[in-house]
């Protein structure tokens, strides 16, 4: 019979080369999906990876997606480097899209913005996400409850208070009774980037954590106390180090990083307060942490290839007629292909009579 044996040595090269094997089999499951569906597979396949990038508004779109998921994976890249499984970014991100876009909504009269209130207005989203990453971290902290069933919970709580929100204190009175919150006058939305286009400067906040992450997981003895403290208590209690730090930290820097990916989406390509915040953003930059290594420059390009499977999707839509699930499928293929090809990186099958 077949069984798995554990390799002797996996190399580190073998471990980078895996979400490169993943996404080629994304790619060739992909086309495989496109027969059965009765399409043409190299027209389902450039849709999804070549329209997307022929044109400058192509690109600027797919950056507006990358923005999001390059924030929300840094965070949950900390964390899981830590030892400490958030699976509740998207709830992070949409309560941090309710404390930024309220604090905008008060301070914006209509007498106009500028550099200062939209800082505050993201300071006050990180603070939002910040929060209600606490919640989850004082809960293990205090109770040893399991962070992912916590975290995983209170997104619904989020998304039901963001719904009863935009449905009562924060609705445009003058909206038709849609529940939506009015829109924000342009001295409170986030500076374009790209003239002509909603490219906006929060992608450029996302290179800016990237470098900042990388510098201190890398380079600071602050990143080692928290992968120490993390992955190994009893060699971090030897060593001085709090597993508890670590515990506050990561979920602190990614409910920060999640709750600035949810107010750059109000303040910036939505303008506005509204039901659905994100479509997933926080659950898709799960798979985004893991094919990029946990490592924020890998992140950076997984991010990418995860913003082609969103525009890509809508592009299946309206060009192919495919289902709008079409995108969480894609997603799901490139998840399976990762797990498949890293276990086949650390065992390997052996015929035992």
Same mark, same amino acid.
């Given at each position: 019979? =077949? ?12 471990? @980078? ?6 996404? *080629? ?7 495989? =999906? ?18 997307? *990038?022929?044109?400058?508004?192509? @690109? ?14 840094? #965070? ?14 998207? #709830? &992070?991100? /949409?309560?941090g899209a309710i404390a930024g876009g309220a604090a905008g909504l008060y301070f914006d009269d209509g007498s106009g913005g500028g550099a200062l209130l939209i800082t505050v207005v993201l300071v006050a989203g990180m603070l939002g996400g910040m929060a209600w990453a606490a919640m989850t971290a004082f809960l293990r902290d205090r109770f040893h409850t399991s962070e992912i069933l916590v975290s995983l919970m209170l997104v619904y709580v989020a998304q039901l208070l963001l719904s009863y929100l935009v449905h009562g204190v924060l609705k445009d009175p003058d909206g038709f009774n849609f529940p939506q ?8 939305? =986030?500076?374009?980037? /790209? ?15 990237? =470098?900042?992450? @990388? ?10 106390? *928290?992968?120490? #403290? ?17 515990? @506050? ?22 303008? &506005? ?43 299946? &839509? ?25 276990? *086949? ?9």
């Amino acid at each position: 019979m =077949l069984r798995l044996e554990a390799r002797a040595n996996p190399s580190a090269l073998m471990a @980078w080369c895996s979400p490169l094997l993943a996404v *080629l089999l994304t790619v060739l499951c992909g086309a495989l =999906l496109f027969i059965a569906l009765d399409k043409n597979p190299l027209t389902g396949l450039s849709v999804f990876f070549i329209e997307p *990038l022929k044109t400058l508004r192509g @690109w600027t779109e797919v950056g507006i997606k990358v923005a999001p998921l390059l924030l929300i994976a840094i #965070g949950l890249a900390v964390c899981f480097r830590a030892n400490v499984f958030n699976i509740g970014a998207e #709830g &992070q991100l /949409v309560v941090g899209a309710i404390a930024g876009g309220a604090a905008g909504l008060y301070f914006d009269d209509g007498s106009g913005g500028g550099a200062l209130l939209i800082t505050v207005v993201l300071v006050a989203g990180m603070l939002g996400g910040m929060a209600w990453a606490a919640m989850t971290a004082f809960l293990r902290d205090r109770f040893h409850t399991s962070e992912i069933l916590v975290s995983l919970m209170l997104v619904y709580v989020a998304q039901l208070l963001l719904s009863y929100l935009v449905h009562g204190v924060l609705k445009d009175p003058d909206g038709f009774n849609f529940p939506q919150s009015k829109m924000f006058s342009d001295g409170f939305l =986030l500076p374009i980037l /790209v003239p002509q286009t909603r490219l906006h400067i929060g992608i450029l906040l996302a290179f800016g954590a990237a =470098l900042l992450a @990388w510098i201190f997981l890398s380079k600071s003895f602050a990143g080692l106390r *928290l992968q120490v #403290g993390g992955m190994a208590p009893l060699a971090a209690r030897y060593g001085g180090f709090s597993s508890r730090a670590s515990l @506050w930290t990561a979920m602190l820097i990614c409910g920060a990083l999640s709750g600035l990916a949810g107010v750059c989406e109000v303040i910036g390509p939505i303008g &506005q307060l509204t039901p659905s915040v994100s479509p997933g953003y926080g659950f898709a930059a799960i798979i985004v942490a893991y094919v990029g290594r946990l490592h924020p420059v890998g992140v950076i390009f997984s991010s990418f290839i995860m913003a082609l499977f969103y525009i890509g999707g809508e592009l299946a &839509q309206s060009r192919l007629g495919m289902p709008s699930a079409i995108t969480g499928v894609f997603q799901g293929i490139l998840l399976f292909a990762l797990l498949a090809c890293d276990v *086949l990186i650390r065992y390997q099958l052996r015929w035992r009579k």
